[in-house]
Protein backbone atom coordinates (compact mmCIF):
# COMPACT_ATOMS: atom_id res chain seq x y z
CA UNK A 1 0.00 0.00 0.00
CA UNK A 2 1.07 3.49 -0.71
CA UNK A 3 0.53 6.87 0.33
CA UNK A 4 -0.01 10.14 -0.79
CA UNK A 5 2.37 12.77 1.42
CA UNK A 6 2.24 16.48 1.92
CA UNK A 7 5.32 18.06 3.30
CA UNK A 8 4.05 21.46 4.72
CA UNK A 9 7.10 23.90 4.95
CA UNK A 10 8.68 22.22 2.46
CA UNK A 11 11.29 25.13 1.66
CA UNK A 12 12.23 25.08 5.77
CA UNK A 13 15.51 23.43 7.30
CA UNK A 14 13.12 21.32 8.85
CA UNK A 15 11.14 20.08 5.59
CA UNK A 16 13.88 19.97 3.78
CA UNK A 17 15.18 16.73 6.22
CA UNK A 18 11.41 15.36 5.85
CA UNK A 19 11.78 15.29 2.59
CA UNK A 20 15.24 13.83 2.78
CA UNK A 21 14.11 11.76 5.50
CA UNK A 22 11.02 10.11 3.73
CA UNK A 23 13.15 9.07 0.65
CA UNK A 24 16.35 7.98 2.68
CA UNK A 25 14.03 5.63 4.68
CA UNK A 26 11.92 4.66 1.52
CA UNK A 27 8.33 5.43 2.95
CA UNK A 28 5.69 3.65 0.56
CA UNK A 29 4.85 7.14 -1.46
CA UNK A 30 2.91 7.36 -4.32
CA UNK A 31 3.11 11.01 -4.55
CA UNK A 32 4.59 13.66 -2.75
CA UNK A 33 3.45 17.13 -2.80
CA UNK A 34 5.88 20.24 -1.64
CA UNK A 35 3.68 22.66 0.06
CA UNK A 36 4.84 26.29 1.86
CA UNK A 37 3.61 29.78 1.57
CA UNK A 38 2.42 32.23 -1.46
CA UNK A 39 5.82 33.66 -1.69
CA UNK A 40 7.92 30.04 -1.78
CA UNK A 41 5.85 28.96 -4.77
CA UNK A 42 7.54 27.43 -7.95
CA UNK A 43 10.60 27.11 -6.18
CA UNK A 44 12.18 23.66 -6.55
CA UNK A 45 12.74 21.18 -3.54
CA UNK A 46 14.85 17.86 -3.69
CA UNK A 47 13.33 15.03 -2.99
CA UNK A 48 15.62 11.36 -3.08
CA UNK A 49 18.84 11.89 -5.42
CA UNK A 50 16.68 12.36 -8.66
CA UNK A 51 13.56 14.15 -7.87
CA UNK A 52 12.91 17.41 -8.16
CA UNK A 53 9.26 19.20 -6.71
CA UNK A 54 8.16 22.11 -7.34
CA UNK A 55 6.59 23.89 -4.19
CA UNK A 56 2.69 24.55 -4.17
CA UNK A 57 0.97 27.12 -2.20
CA UNK A 58 -0.64 25.97 1.34
CA UNK A 59 -2.95 28.60 1.15
CA UNK A 60 -5.04 27.08 -1.80
CA UNK A 61 -4.18 23.68 -1.69
CA UNK A 62 -7.13 20.81 -0.91
CA UNK A 63 -5.60 18.11 1.56
CA UNK A 64 -8.68 15.81 0.31
CA UNK A 65 -7.18 12.92 -1.30
CA UNK A 66 -3.28 13.14 0.96
CA UNK A 67 -3.04 10.82 3.01
CA UNK A 68 -0.39 11.82 5.33
CA UNK A 69 1.08 15.66 5.97
CA UNK A 70 3.95 16.32 7.49
CA UNK A 71 3.92 20.17 9.31
CA UNK A 72 6.70 22.11 9.79
CA UNK A 73 5.62 25.81 9.23
CA UNK A 74 5.19 27.55 12.22
CA UNK A 75 2.60 27.89 15.03
CA UNK A 76 0.04 30.05 13.00
CA UNK A 77 -0.01 27.94 9.41
CA UNK A 78 -0.45 24.55 12.10
CA UNK A 79 -3.76 26.24 13.78
CA UNK A 80 -5.08 27.21 10.73
CA UNK A 81 -3.95 24.91 7.84
CA UNK A 82 -3.36 21.73 9.96
CA UNK A 83 -6.78 21.62 11.37
CA UNK A 84 -8.14 22.55 7.55
CA UNK A 85 -6.24 19.72 6.40
CA UNK A 86 -7.61 17.29 9.58
CA UNK A 87 -11.05 17.73 8.48
CA UNK A 88 -10.55 16.84 5.03
CA UNK A 89 -9.34 13.94 5.57
CA UNK A 90 -5.63 13.86 5.95
CA UNK A 91 -3.63 12.96 9.23
CA UNK A 92 -1.48 15.95 10.20
CA UNK A 93 1.59 14.88 12.07
CA UNK A 94 2.38 18.47 13.41
CA UNK A 95 6.13 19.80 14.34
CA UNK A 96 5.09 23.17 15.55
CA UNK A 97 4.28 23.79 19.10
CA UNK A 98 0.70 24.20 18.96
CA UNK A 99 -0.81 21.37 19.43
CA UNK A 100 1.24 19.55 21.91
CA UNK A 101 -0.35 20.68 24.78
CA UNK A 102 -4.25 19.67 23.66
CA UNK A 103 -5.42 17.50 25.79
CA UNK A 104 -7.29 15.39 23.09
CA UNK A 105 -4.10 15.21 20.74
CA UNK A 106 -1.07 12.65 21.08
CA UNK A 107 2.59 13.87 21.80
CA UNK A 108 4.69 10.96 20.13
CA UNK A 109 7.89 9.61 20.67
CA UNK A 110 7.99 6.18 19.17
CA UNK A 111 10.47 4.32 21.24
CA UNK A 112 8.89 6.19 23.76
CA UNK A 113 5.21 5.86 23.82
CA UNK A 114 4.01 4.48 20.41
CA UNK A 115 0.83 3.78 21.74
CA UNK A 116 -0.29 6.97 22.02
CA UNK A 117 -0.34 7.28 18.34
CA UNK A 118 -3.67 5.26 18.49
CA UNK A 119 -5.41 8.33 19.95
CA UNK A 120 -4.74 10.15 16.17
CA UNK A 121 -8.39 9.29 15.45
CA UNK A 122 -9.98 12.10 18.06
CA UNK A 123 -8.71 15.25 15.76
CA UNK A 124 -6.75 13.24 13.10
CA UNK A 125 -3.47 15.05 14.57
CA UNK A 126 -0.12 13.86 15.98
CA UNK A 127 2.30 16.68 17.72
CA UNK A 128 5.96 16.45 17.27
CA UNK A 129 7.43 17.31 20.79
CA UNK A 130 10.41 19.83 20.83
CA UNK A 131 13.65 18.74 20.02
CA UNK A 132 14.60 19.33 22.90
CA UNK A 133 12.07 16.92 24.35
CA UNK A 134 12.42 14.41 22.28
CA UNK A 135 16.36 13.80 22.56
CA UNK A 136 15.90 13.47 26.61
CA UNK A 137 12.89 11.51 26.98
CA UNK A 138 14.80 8.69 24.57
CA UNK A 139 17.43 8.46 26.99
CA UNK A 140 14.80 8.64 29.86
CA UNK A 141 12.67 5.86 28.86
CA UNK A 142 14.68 2.87 29.66
CA UNK A 143 16.04 4.42 32.26
CA UNK A 144 12.61 5.09 33.71
CA UNK A 145 10.74 1.71 33.09
CA UNK A 146 13.70 0.02 35.49
CA UNK A 147 14.29 2.77 38.59
CA UNK A 148 11.27 4.97 38.40
CA UNK A 149 12.56 8.57 37.44
CA UNK A 150 11.56 11.15 40.33
CA UNK A 151 13.40 14.48 39.07
CA UNK A 152 15.50 15.77 36.12
CA UNK A 153 17.68 19.14 36.08
CA UNK A 154 18.59 19.65 32.38
CA UNK A 155 20.98 22.03 30.71
CA UNK A 156 20.45 22.23 27.10
CA UNK A 157 23.12 23.71 24.86
CA UNK A 158 21.26 24.30 21.84
CA UNK A 159 22.15 24.96 18.18
CA UNK A 160 21.45 27.51 15.81
CA UNK A 161 19.85 25.67 13.78
CA UNK A 162 16.79 25.38 16.32
CA UNK A 163 15.94 28.74 15.61
CA UNK A 164 15.67 28.77 11.47
CA UNK A 165 18.20 29.68 8.75
CA UNK A 166 18.33 33.05 8.95
CA UNK A 167 19.86 32.39 12.73
CA UNK A 168 22.45 29.91 11.39
CA UNK A 169 22.95 32.47 9.33
CA UNK A 170 23.50 35.41 11.78
CA UNK A 171 26.14 32.76 13.63
CA UNK A 172 28.10 32.90 10.12
CA UNK A 173 27.97 36.56 9.49
CA UNK A 174 28.70 37.60 13.14
CA UNK A 175 31.51 35.16 13.01
CA UNK A 176 33.04 36.37 9.41
CA UNK A 177 32.86 39.66 10.81
CA UNK A 178 34.45 39.58 13.94
CA UNK A 179 37.45 38.31 12.01
CA UNK A 180 37.17 41.91 9.58
CA UNK A 181 36.54 44.22 12.20
CA UNK A 182 32.82 44.80 11.08
CA UNK A 183 30.36 45.72 13.38
CA UNK A 184 28.19 42.86 15.22
CA UNK A 185 24.70 43.11 14.04
CA UNK A 186 21.55 41.05 16.22
CA UNK A 187 18.61 40.58 14.44
CA UNK A 188 17.70 36.72 15.42
CA UNK A 189 19.17 36.58 18.84
CA UNK A 190 18.94 39.61 22.04
CA UNK A 191 22.95 38.90 22.20
CA UNK A 192 25.63 38.29 20.44
CA UNK A 193 25.77 34.82 19.10
CA UNK A 194 29.22 34.36 17.87
CA UNK A 195 31.75 33.03 20.09
CA UNK A 196 28.75 32.99 22.78
CA UNK A 197 26.26 31.70 24.32
CA UNK A 198 22.55 33.11 25.45
CA UNK A 199 20.40 32.04 28.21
CA UNK A 200 17.17 32.61 26.31
CA UNK A 201 15.25 30.76 23.71
CA UNK A 202 11.82 32.05 23.29
CA UNK A 203 10.31 34.43 25.28
CA UNK A 204 9.92 34.52 29.06
CA UNK A 205 7.01 33.52 30.98
CA UNK A 206 6.10 34.27 34.63
CA UNK A 207 8.79 33.04 37.32
CA UNK A 208 11.64 33.91 35.16
CA UNK A 209 11.66 30.41 33.21
CA UNK A 210 11.77 30.64 29.07
CA UNK A 211 8.70 28.97 26.62
CA UNK A 212 11.84 26.68 25.55
CA UNK A 213 12.21 25.32 29.49
CA UNK A 214 8.55 25.11 29.58
CA UNK A 215 7.92 23.25 26.62
CA UNK A 216 10.64 20.76 27.97
CA UNK A 217 9.19 20.56 31.61
CA UNK A 218 5.31 19.69 30.58
CA UNK A 219 5.78 17.45 27.07
CA UNK A 220 8.52 15.25 29.45
CA UNK A 221 5.37 14.74 31.50
CA UNK A 222 2.75 14.12 28.83
CA UNK A 223 4.92 11.66 26.88
CA UNK A 224 6.54 9.85 29.54
CA UNK A 225 5.20 10.11 33.58
CA UNK A 226 3.34 13.14 34.88
CA UNK A 227 4.73 12.23 38.22
CA UNK A 228 8.14 13.95 36.94
CA UNK A 229 9.60 16.92 38.25
CA UNK A 230 11.90 18.55 35.63
CA UNK A 231 14.02 21.77 36.05
CA UNK A 232 15.58 23.01 32.76
CA UNK A 233 18.20 25.66 31.50
CA UNK A 234 17.58 25.82 27.75
CA UNK A 235 20.77 28.03 26.01
CA UNK A 236 21.62 28.58 22.63
CA UNK A 237 25.34 27.96 21.81
CA UNK A 238 27.71 29.02 18.67
CA UNK A 239 26.95 26.01 16.77
CA UNK A 240 25.06 25.38 13.37
CA UNK A 241 23.54 21.96 14.24
CA UNK A 242 22.87 19.51 16.92
CA UNK A 243 21.93 20.02 20.50
CA UNK A 244 23.38 18.68 23.77
CA UNK A 245 22.16 18.24 26.58
CA UNK A 246 23.53 17.68 30.71
CA UNK A 247 20.93 15.93 32.47
CA UNK A 248 20.68 14.86 36.15
CA UNK A 249 18.34 11.94 37.25
CA UNK A 250 16.77 11.36 41.00
CA UNK A 251 15.75 7.48 40.68
CA UNK A 252 13.17 6.65 43.04
CA UNK A 253 14.97 2.70 43.19
CA UNK A 254 19.14 2.39 42.97
CA UNK A 255 20.58 2.21 39.20
CA UNK A 256 24.11 2.06 38.69
CA UNK A 257 26.05 3.66 36.01
CA UNK A 258 27.20 0.91 34.79
CA UNK A 259 23.62 -0.99 34.71
CA UNK A 260 22.02 2.35 33.46
CA UNK A 261 24.68 1.78 30.56
CA UNK A 262 23.83 -1.56 29.75
CA UNK A 263 20.26 -0.66 29.67
CA UNK A 264 20.70 2.28 27.12
CA UNK A 265 22.94 -0.08 24.77
CA UNK A 266 20.09 -2.43 24.39
CA UNK A 267 17.33 0.77 23.74
CA UNK A 268 15.98 1.73 20.79
CA UNK A 269 16.87 4.65 18.66
CA UNK A 270 20.52 4.87 21.31
CA UNK A 271 23.87 4.95 20.87
CA UNK A 272 26.29 4.67 23.87
CA UNK A 273 29.52 6.05 23.48
CA UNK A 274 31.25 6.22 26.56
CA UNK A 275 34.71 5.23 27.43
CA UNK A 276 36.29 8.04 29.87
CA UNK A 277 39.70 6.10 29.41
CA UNK A 278 39.71 7.02 25.83
CA UNK A 279 38.07 10.09 25.69
CA UNK A 280 35.17 8.44 23.92
CA UNK A 281 32.01 10.55 23.99
CA UNK A 282 30.29 12.14 21.29
CA UNK A 283 29.94 16.06 20.49
CA UNK A 284 26.64 17.91 18.74
CA UNK A 285 29.65 18.09 15.22
CA UNK A 286 29.89 13.78 15.16
CA UNK A 287 26.13 13.85 15.65
CA UNK A 288 25.47 15.94 12.46
CA UNK A 289 23.29 13.34 9.73
CA UNK A 290 22.74 10.97 12.31
CA UNK A 291 19.40 9.30 13.43
CA UNK A 292 20.17 7.81 16.72
CA UNK A 293 20.00 9.81 20.55
CA UNK A 294 23.66 9.33 21.37
CA UNK A 295 24.23 8.88 25.00
CA UNK A 296 27.92 9.31 26.95
CA UNK A 297 30.18 10.09 30.69
CA UNK A 298 27.39 7.96 31.75
CA UNK A 299 28.15 8.35 35.98
CA UNK A 300 27.01 8.56 39.27
CA UNK A 301 25.74 11.50 41.32
CA UNK A 302 26.64 11.06 44.80
CA UNK A 303 25.10 14.40 46.06
CA UNK A 304 21.17 12.68 46.07
CA UNK A 305 19.90 9.58 46.43
CA UNK A 306 19.96 7.01 43.39
CA UNK A 307 21.32 9.53 41.30
CA UNK A 308 23.00 9.73 37.92
CA UNK A 309 24.26 12.02 35.33
CA UNK A 310 24.70 11.82 31.78
CA UNK A 311 25.42 14.16 28.46
CA UNK A 312 23.11 13.65 25.59
CA UNK A 313 23.81 14.67 22.02
CA UNK A 314 21.26 14.40 18.63
CA UNK A 315 20.96 16.17 15.74
CA UNK A 316 17.83 18.64 16.35
CA UNK A 317 16.87 18.55 12.85
CA UNK A 318 16.75 14.80 12.37
CA UNK A 319 15.86 13.12 15.43
CA UNK A 320 14.54 16.48 16.98
CA UNK A 321 12.39 17.05 13.92
CA UNK A 322 12.03 15.46 11.05
CA UNK A 323 12.63 11.69 11.72
CA UNK A 324 10.79 11.75 14.13
CA UNK A 325 7.99 12.90 12.20
CA UNK A 326 8.47 10.04 9.48
CA UNK A 327 8.60 7.34 12.30
CA UNK A 328 5.53 8.47 13.45
CA UNK A 329 3.95 8.48 10.16
CA UNK A 330 5.57 4.56 9.87
CA UNK A 331 4.46 3.40 13.24
CA UNK A 332 0.51 5.37 11.43
CA UNK A 333 0.81 3.16 8.40
CA UNK A 334 2.11 -0.03 10.24
CA UNK A 335 -0.25 -0.47 13.10
CA UNK A 336 -3.15 1.88 12.62
CA UNK A 337 -3.94 2.80 8.65
CA UNK A 338 -1.99 -0.09 6.59
CA UNK A 339 -3.40 -2.54 4.87
CA UNK A 340 -3.09 -5.07 7.79
CA UNK A 341 -3.86 -2.84 10.79
CA UNK A 342 -6.55 -3.75 12.69
CA UNK A 343 -9.48 -1.27 11.85
Known amino acids: MTYKIAVVGATGNVGREMLQTLAERKFPTREVVALASSRSVGKQVSYGEDKILKVQNLETYDFTGTDIALFSA ?4 SEVHGARAARQGCIVIDN ?10 PLVVPEVNPGAIAAYRTRNIIANPNCSTIQMVVALKPLHDAAVIKRVVVASYQSTSGAGKRAMDELFNQTKGIYVNDPIRKEQFTK ?123 DNLRKGAALNAVQIAEELVRSYIGEKAPS
Open 74 to 77: GSKP
Open 96 to 105: SSFWRMHEDV
Open 192 to 314: QIAFNVIPHIDVFLDGGITKEEWKMMVETKKILDPSIRVSATCVRVATFIGHGEAINVEFERSISASEARDLLREAPGISVIDNPAAESYITPVECVGEDAVFVSRIRDDHTVENGLSMWVVA
